[in-house]
């Protein structure tokens, strides 16, 4: 097992030679070194854009602290920022075989909800070009970071955030989604509004149906999860208002005392919260003819039923 710690201080000294020519990314610089693609924020703050940048560096240790300076030097181009330009400050780095550890100062905890998913992402895109280099996880004065749901964040891959086809990552935006879980005895639904940022690559049918597979916040002792947290979304798509929702054999087998009609309702009024669908269609790796808990037939169409809904 290989671990490295690097201060701040030292990292940049250490650096300042190799990157005296392009800390901005490759405007200028020589196309010599190992390709990677550089993720930085767009000026407006509103989606991360993408640089091309030759490493300078051999070992995995130094890659990883010339991508970091970078990430910590203004860019050349003005409608680019680099995210720990700014305040933020890298207290320490922790190389541990294929992951890196990154200890930031109290100013990452500070920024708003859409600046720090923008920084996080550019952070770990960055950093996981490097061909050794799988996961990252972010930590603010040593406490591991957590997501608008006080939920740990944990390690990160590039697989997080989704590219677009072209030459920049989509936007993130903010939004309030209303989800319905069930009631602690497991007989009713009860609405739990959820703010979040989003990618807008991803299809608000596709997000509601993973914040509910989420489950409720680890704080929100009220209520309870409809679905196993390995519930597999293999695809939904909407047509006409129609909804189908495909998802694999967990959603059949998964133990829980919640009743049926709560489970299926709870999606159903979930998804159909969204101005664009009115009815869902269930199946279960592509099959219809399927019963749920033995009792009710996926092989129609739900429709919106707020009497599942607990009153206060």
Partial sequence: MRKSV?????LLILLLGILAVGLAGCGGQDKVGMPIIMAYISTDGTKIVEEEYYLQ???????????????STTPSKMEYTA?????????DVTVNED???LNLSKEYGQLDSITEILTRAS?????????????????????????NDGELVGRMTADNFIDNSGEEISSYEKTTIRLYF????GTALKAVNRTLAYNTNIAMERLVLEELIKGPA????????????????????VQDRVCYVNLDETFLNYSTDVDAEVILYGIVNTLCELSNISRVQFSVNGDLNVMFRESISLNTEFTKDLSYVEVD
């Fill in 6 to 10: 690097v201060k701040r201080n030292v």
């Fill in 57 to 71: 560096s051999v070992s995995t240790a130094s890659q990883v602290d010339e991508i970091l300076s970078l990430l």
């Fill in 83 to 91: 995210p720990l330009a700014q305040e933020i400050e890298v207290l």
């Fill in 99 to 101: 992951s890196v550890i």
């Fill in 123 to 147: 952070v770990v895109r960055s950093l996981t070009q490097i061909a050794d280099i799988t996961y990252v996880a972010i930590q603010v004065e040593g406490s591991d970071i957590r997501d």
């Fill in 182 to 185: 069930a009631n602690e005895e």
């Fill in 218 to 237: 680890s704080t929100n002792t009220e209520v309870s999860a409809l679905l196993s947290s390995d519930t597999k979304v293999i695809s939904v798509i």
